[in-house]
């Protein structure tokens, strides 16, 4: 460990003073939005202080550098002093402070990327720490940067399952890049929170979980200093500060229940008084902060399958499989591809991943949300492209790290395996019925769901070139042939895959029902009964117009199957396709009870998406 040398005296007052600083920054912009969290601020003012202002390495010039080192606001609440923070490093002019929350500022209550220095929003609490070891992650052994992490987390948020998750990942990766802050200031936003100041716990509880612990007084700078510095030389752990703090601290309401979420109000002018008060250098404090070393510049453009989906011509291939031989390809074009699995890769087919490119690949183990943050994470910055796969039920656990990282502006990869009552014996808590519904909802996202191994693969790699949260809905029966390698699949872009002149409706299915419609399709033609079928590709952005299309030369009648719920689904998007046009009947085939155990055939018998089920529905609609 490289011996601590003690800031000199002058040293030391600028912080204590920037800390004060910050803290008056906080109550006066909660002040003129009157609202905001100003006591959540100033109980972490010195460690903000020694942060930005003694420890990390930074360029002001090129805030969200890749060699920068990162900062992870968990407790997102305390946005006012982050902001106070870049502020007085000279990043913009601290007037700017006083238009927080206002509709025309990127100054939101919560930190999001709209503004140049932050990296993901948080507020929803408890996901930091996952985000902050994806980061360390990739900055150790994907970059193999020496960039540091810091993270500070809410004593409150830390009641939070996912901040266990994540200080588990921490651990068992070595990430000695990670340093994550509890910041202990006793009181939650209702009541004091479970531990209050018994910090002997939450050191205990760091501790037990292989993080080198330090237990600070969290307003002494001077013990901050020490131990981020000693931090910065431990080697193969990450470390956690155990910070105890007093919320409001600096104010007249210092250590006070019921100031949470508030401006100070009357209390302000008290509260500014005896702030300032302390303050020895009010002028320009003159920091510059050191400078970050330089980590490789990468390119994760236009990334392509190494080679094209070439598969025998009567083969049956579950498009989970091949999702794992699509993601090896772009593994191959570029060694910027990450993969990441919830100890599921044997069953998604990301093993296929991993054994090409074990340093490339991160077992996340049964701890989902941590997945999706550990992702997102890698994202981060643009220095990887990530994949992240389960079991598509397991991935509604994280649904709010998922929304919050269409927030962050992340672009981001789930692949989701094993869905609907096709994958049989397994039982509803396996099939992801209600997926497709989730992700339609992300702002922006882009849901993809191959019918083929050839789709499969062009979606994987589409993805990987597509902004925002991408979804991949993959299968596990093994399902024919439909394309080759010449097929022009595009997102947004639909394909009918079987049409005749005197078609009476279009049906429209996805991988199993779509094969289940054109099986239904080959009996009722030898019955003189010809139906259209069409498989979306996506199920958003849907091909409105393809459909419409079709639809019109089938007698305005078309029917949807889908093995998932019928609510949110693809029934549902179809609807929405086509509600402009007012001139078609939509007639949904799907899940519309919780399923059971049992053969995948016979699943799709009993919940009505069959090839039979399909061909009884054809007959109603088209005599009608």
Known sequence: MSQYHRPDAGALQTLKDIANKLRIH??????????GHPTSCMSMAEIISVLFFNTMRYSIKEPRGPS??????????????????WAEAGLFPTEDLLNLRKLNSDLEGHPTPRLNFIDVATGSLGQGLSVAVGMAYTGKYFDQADYRVYCVIGDGESAEGSIWEAMAFGSHYKLDNMVAIFDVNRLGQSEETSLQHQIDVYKARAESFGWNTYVVDGHSVEDLCKAFHEASSVKGKPTCIVAKTYKGQGGSVADQLNWHGKPLGKESEASRNAIASKIVNKGPHGFQPPTPTTVPEVNISNITLSSPPVYEKNAKVATRHAYGTALVKLGKSNDRVVAMDGDTKNSTFAIDFKNAFPNRFIECFIAEQNLVGVGIGCGCRNRTVPFISTFACFLTRAFDQIRMGAISQTNANFVGSHCGVSIGEDGPSQMALEDIAMFRSIPGSTVFYPSDAVSCERAIEMAANTKGVCFIRTSRPPTSLLYDEHTDLQIGKAQVVRQSDNDCVTVIGCCVTLHQALKAADILASDGLNIRVIDPFTIKPMDKATIAENARATGGR????EDHYAWGGLGDAVCAAVSEYGEFAVHKMAVTEIPRSGPSDALLEKYGISASCIIKKVKEVCKA
């Open 558 to 561: 078309i029917i949807t199957v």
């Open 26 to 35: 906080s109550i006066n912009s909660t002040d003129a939005s009157n609202s």
């Open 68 to 85: 920068n080192d990162r900062f992870v606001l968990s407790k997102g609440h305390a946005a006012p002093i982050l902001y106070a923070a």
